[in-house]
């Protein structure tokens, strides 16, 4: 079985639940001593606003690619049997998971490094967008993990390019 086969990458479509169990059921396996998960979940607050729901959109063929090449940089800094990654579209209620993420390995060490890695680099590079919806109004949010991998990005340009002095990020006054 190819790498690519042992991975399972599902962008689920408005009004698709995460079904947790058949994600833990497809990274099972008998040489599997360990299977690492990250949910994510809508919370109902967020720096003192009621959060209604989470909203997420996705340009989904670049997401799926790019989740496909996360996971090839897994395999190739952990031994890891088995991926499987989702990600809901659509309206995120409060307490419903938004993400799933469940790895297997021979060891715990392995899966729980390369989890922490696939949510990571899933929030700064997939091209999924998520507006927060409160009870007095929404807001398109930033993850802090794309901000910082921009910010890391735009500090290397302006050193090793000739034209990093033209690269501006304009940052929104509400931002942080």
Known sequence: MSSDEKNLIEILE???KVDIVKYIDYVSAPQAGAIATFSGTTRDMFEGKAVLELRYEAYVPMATRTLTSICTSARSNWDIHKIAVAHRLGPVPVGETSVFIAVSSVHRGDGLDACKFLIDELKATVPIWKKEVY??????????E???KRDGLVKREHR?????????VQEDENSS
Do not use: A, D, Q
């Not at 090793?160 to 501006?168: D, E, N, Q, T």
């Open 160 to 168: 090793r390019s000739c034209c990093g002095s033209k690269v501006r």
């Open 146 to 148: 794309f901000l910082e």
């Open 14 to 16: 408005e009004g698709h």
């Open 135 to 144: 009870t007095n109004g929404e807001v398109w949010k930033e993850n802090s």
